[in-house]
């Protein structure tokens, strides 16, 4: 069918990130992203993404306290978060929040340069303390307030379960962020960038991304993934799973890409880091679980003369579980990271903007005219 999907269409130009999927390649603004993962933090990456270069020791001082201060939530928030139902999504709550934070923000209609820039800081800072804030109010907790000293994967952990990570798990949680920041014009950005392109507010561009990245076939994919390594079980039974789910048609979740042809850079750091957990935590279940899926996978696909890889989902979902993050943050944690990105791709379109309107082949009837009411059958 003519431009389903617009699989292949160019829609921008951006300086952000560049997936290269026939070679299994990704860069943010230049940088290789196990490069990045190696060797800087999540608020060096949003300083990259915002500002186009990576931050002096200074300017990384001034994005950490300003990120810190962006995770203070105001009582209004939280006022709205606690008269949520306790068993809706958290992607849900976090849609609502949001919309709540853009409401107390004094910037949230101001359209300059300077004042977009702090919302995408408030932005990502709120994202990650809404969704901290909901996990503690749904338990029948009250929320932790943030520490603005801390760096924010680290911040973000102890507000959602309670307790200090260590150093292994907050590196593990802030490389995790680093890796899902930006991607292209991947269906989330791409509904932050049509929605700010119509000269709305950073805010609402905001919630239009995080219900886009909420479904099964985008961010939501993680959570299918744990519910997959969950049912299987035990490593043992991985072959039959996959090979059943195949043969009802079904997709195995965390596998495949729109974009990459080759193996997504992202989930074989994702696996090292799950491995490292794993190990630290004498507990390798869930990727053990993860590892017999994927070379089932692998052989299902030969069989079929297919090359379908495991993507960044397929990992996050052992790394997230095992560090104690409930299934159903997990989407969660895609958007605290995708913020930068989202965030700078709207700061992006601002900068050279027009309006984002394609068309549509209509293929419905013609030529008919309207019979009264009572004569219709
Ligand atoms: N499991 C089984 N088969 C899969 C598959 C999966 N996860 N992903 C793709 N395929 C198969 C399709 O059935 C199709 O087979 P066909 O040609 O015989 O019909 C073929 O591979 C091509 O897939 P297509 O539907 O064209 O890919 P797409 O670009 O439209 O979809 C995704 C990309 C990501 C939506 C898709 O791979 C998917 O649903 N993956 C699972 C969800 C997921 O992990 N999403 C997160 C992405 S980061």
Sequence with gaps: MSGQGLEGVVAAQTSLSK????????????????DLAEHTSFEEVCHLLWHGDLPTRAELDTMRAALGEARRLDDGVLDVLRLLPRDIHPMAALRTG???????DPDAEVDTE????????????QIAAISAAYERLR???????????SPLAADFLRMLTGRDPGELEARIMDVALILHADHGLNAS????????????????????????????????????????LQAIGEADEAAEHVRAALERK????GFGHRVYRALDPRAPILHELAEELGEARGDTRWLDIADAVRDAMRQEMDARGKKIYANVDFYSAAVYYTLGIPVDQFTNIFAISRAAGWTANVLEQLADNRLIRPKAEYVGPMDRTVRPLDERA
């Design 98 to 104: 949001l919309s709540a934070a853009g409401n107390f």
């Design 250 to 253: 079904e997709r195995i979740m």
């Design 114 to 125: 300077e004042a977009n820039r702090r919302k995408a800081v408030r932005i990502t800072g």
């Design 139 to 149: 338990k029948g907790e009250e929320p932790l307030a943030a520490d603005p000293a």
């Design 189 to 228: 950005t791409f509904s932050a960038r049509v929605t700010i392109a119509t000269l709305s507010d950073m805010y609402s561009a905001i919630v239009s991304a995080i219900g886009t990245l909420k479904g099964p076939l985008h961010g939501g994919a993680n959570q299918g993934v744990m519910r997959m």
């Design 19 to 34: 997936v290269m999927g026939e070679e299994g390649r990704l860069i943010y603004a230049g940088y290789e992203i196990g």
